[in-house]
């Protein structure tokens, strides 16, 4: 799978749902053999499964839509351990994981997948999809 926005998640920002710089927006690193996306039915964080989150949440901060793209200062996951990282989850944490809206599913990233050895893993990836 390419990278993608969810299909929600497109409904909700042409509905004014979300605000990529006022919401608390997260990123998780997901196991992609323990994960199949399905952009079109996953609408929230309790659609992907314990076992296929790796490492994360971490909150995206300095958050900007320059040049109409949407990005964040790079994200840090410490002390990661567990399976291979194939992809990139980004959400809106509500408080909830089953009212935690989806937004874009990225394994095409440079670097991906990642082996994880215990050490710290950078996010550096541009969040426009």
Known sequence: ???????SARKGYLEGQFNWLSDTVK?????TSAYTVNASTHKFLSDISGSARIA??????????DGG???AND???TAVSGG?????VIYVDSGQEAT??????LDTAT??????NGGDKLDNVPLAA
């Open 100 to 105: 935690s809206p989806l937004l874009a599913y």
């Open 111 to 116: 670097g991906l997948p990642i082996t994880p």
């Open 84 to 88: 291979a990282i194939g992809a990139i």
């Open 27 to 31: 990123v998780l690193l997901v196991s």
């Open 75 to 77: 994200a840090t996951f």
């Open 69 to 71: 793209a949407a990005d």
């Open 1 to 7: 799978m390419a990278n993608t926005l969810y299909d």
């Open 56 to 65: 994360g949440p971490v909150t995206l901060t300095g958050k900007s839509t």
